[in-house]
């Protein structure tokens, strides 16, 4: 019995398993240095890339809050027309 190389898993025939296999074999295709590269790029967020996404979600809520007002609020204002 063998473990993977990469993640560890136990293998009986091979030093690595299915999916490592297909990772080793993108490696030896594009190189160590590409594929570093297009993961950093495409797995990794910098710092600019995550306060975009911060600001993006703030200004979904933002927008969800005005369009659906406070429960609390619109209940007070139902109950204030209802008893003048």
Do not use: W
């Not at 297909?22 to 030896?28: A, F, K, P, Y």
């Not at 240095?33 to 600001?55: A, G, S």
């Not at 703030?58 to 209940?75: I, R």
């Amino acid at each position: 019995m063998f473990e993977c190389r990469i993640c560890g898993e136990t293998q009986y025939y091979q030093y690595y398993c299915e999916d490592c296999s297909i990772i080793r074999r993108i490696l030896l295709t594009y190189g160590r240095e590409e594929v570093k590269e297009i993961l950093e790029r495409v797995c990794l967020r910098n710092k600019k890339q995550m306060n975009y996404k911060i600001n993006d979600i703030k200004k979904e809520k933002d927008q969800a809050e005005q369009a659906e007002p406070n429960s609390d609020e619109t209940y007070k204002k139902k109950n204030a027309i209802k008893t003048q």
